[in-house]
């Protein structure tokens, strides 16, 4: 499922072919991508708008439209488990798995492509308010490792499935929470609130080298789902130190690395270098 570099390398490469667009019709073939707007309903609120900006929010995509230069409320992509994002020429015969089409006034077509149909183009009136539950974002100024210290003692759960609460922190799903816990050597069962500061700082300036270091390398494709709109897969795959490779040496100390389950979600780590947490 694409996460934070995915999802942000998406966005860098489709953003310049875009901003500056009008979108001239829609096609949408699986209605449900839309969440509950109608067809046509979605097609009158985005016919006639201009791409204004593009951004990154979590792990979704965000398209500020502008009407007659107002403000025109905004698309909200999100990719889901194998969604994707791409331009291409209008007359190019959109696939069976495009979802999705907005047709541009250049004569190309942003298509969303989505084999299993979990992803969703949403139209919002206000795209803040509808992504005001989202916690901060890693790798912008206010996520420090102070702040993190802070937060993880706020609540009394297990690491990793906070980790992936998109409400506690914006954009980690399970690859770069299990590649982050595994680099500064905590266990994803470790209760938040006994994470002392100095272990706080670690995570927090692992979480952020993975985040960037995957970015450059356009993010991670181990199936055949994610590729970039340039149709390239990433390359962050061939870092990875536990995700996946279970039964493979940790790069660090050389244990087999093992597979548990935490929070219904396969979660990967090197038993010596992630010691179980003491029961208390
Ligand atoms: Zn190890």
Same mark, same amino acid.
């Given at each position: 499922?694409?996460?934070?570099?995915?999802?942000?390398?998406?966005?860098?490469?489709v953003?310049?072919?875009?901003?500056?667009?009008?979108?001239?019709?829609t096609?949408?073939s699986?209605?449900?991508?839309?969440?509950g707007?109608?067809?046509?309903?979605f097609?009158?609120?985005?016919?006639?708008?201009?791409i204004?900006?593009?951004?990154?929010?979590?792990?979704?995509?965000?398209?500020?439209?502008?009407?007659?230069?107002?403000?025109a409320?905004?698309?909200?992509?999100h990719?889901?488990?194998?969604?994707? $994002? #791409? /331009?291409?020429? %209008? @007359?190019?015969?959109?696939?069976?798995?495009?979802?999705?089409? &907005? +047709?541009?006034?250049?004569?190309?077509s942003?298509?969303?492509l989505?084999?299993?149909?979990?992803?969703?183009? $949403? #139209? /919002?009136?206000? %795209? @803040?308010a509808?992504?005001?539950?989202l916690?901060p974002?890693? &790798? +912008?100024?206010?996520f420090?490792p102070?702040s993190?210290?802070?937060?993880?003692?706020?609540?009394?759960r297990? $690491?990793?499935?906070?980790?992936? @609460?998109?409400?506690?922190?914006?954009?980690?799903g399970?690859?770069y929470?299990?590649?982050?816990?595994?680099?500064?050597?905590?266990h994803?069962l470790?209760?938040?609130?006994?994470?002392?500061?100095p272990?706080?700082?670690?995570?927090?300036?692992?979480?952020?080298?993975v985040?960037?270091?995957?970015?450059?390398?356009q993010?991670?494709s181990f199936?055949?789902?994610?590729?970039?709109?340039?149709g390239?897969?990433?390359?962050?795959?061939d870092?990875?130190?536990?995700?996946?490779?279970?039964?493979k040496p940790?790069?660090?100390?050389?244990?087999?690395?093992?597979?548990?389950?935490?929070?219904q979600?396969?979660?990967?780590?090197?038993?010596?270098?992630?010691?179980?947490p003491?029961?208390?």
């Amino acid at each position: 499922m694409p996460e934070l570099p995915e999802v942000e390398t998406t966005m860098r490469l489709v953003a310049p072919k875009l901003v500056g667009r009008t979108v001239v019709g829609t096609d949408v073939s699986w209605a449900r991508t839309l969440g509950g707007l109608t067809r046509p309903a979605f097609a009158r609120s985005v016919t006639g708008c201009t791409i204004r900006a593009l951004r990154r929010r979590a792990k979704q995509i965000v398209l500020e439209l502008e009407r007659d230069g107002d403000e025109a409320g905004a698309l909200l992509v999100h990719l889901r488990m194998t969604g994707r $994002l #791409y /331009v291409e020429p %209008a @007359d190019q015969t959109a696939g069976a798995y495009v979802r999705a089409s &907005l +047709e541009l006034d250049d004569g190309r077509s942003l298509r969303f492509l989505d084999v299993r149909k979990f992803g969703r183009v $949403l #139209y /919002v009136r206000d %795209a @803040d308010a509808a992504l005001a539950h989202l916690g901060p974002e890693p &790798l +912008e100024p206010g996520f420090t490792p102070e702040s993190l210290h802070a937060a993880l003692h706020t609540r009394r759960r297990a $690491l990793k499935p906070l980790l992936l @609460d998109q409400t506690f922190l914006a954009g980690l799903g399970n690859i770069y929470v299990d590649e982050s816990l595994h680099r500064v050597r905590l266990h994803p069962l470790r209760r938040s609130n006994s994470v002392r500061r100095p272990e706080a700082e670690a995570l927090h300036g692992a979480i952020q080298d993975v985040l960037r270091h995957a970015i450059e390398l356009q993010g991670s494709s181990f199936d055949r789902f994610y590729r970039t709109p340039e149709g390239q897969p990433g390359s962050y795959q061939d870092e990875f130190r536990v995700y996946g490779r279970t039964g493979k040496p940790c790069p660090r100390c050389g244990s087999s690395i093992r597979r548990l389950v935490v929070g219904q979600r396969g979660t990967h780590i090197c038993p010596t270098c992630q010691r179980t947490p003491r029961r208390r």
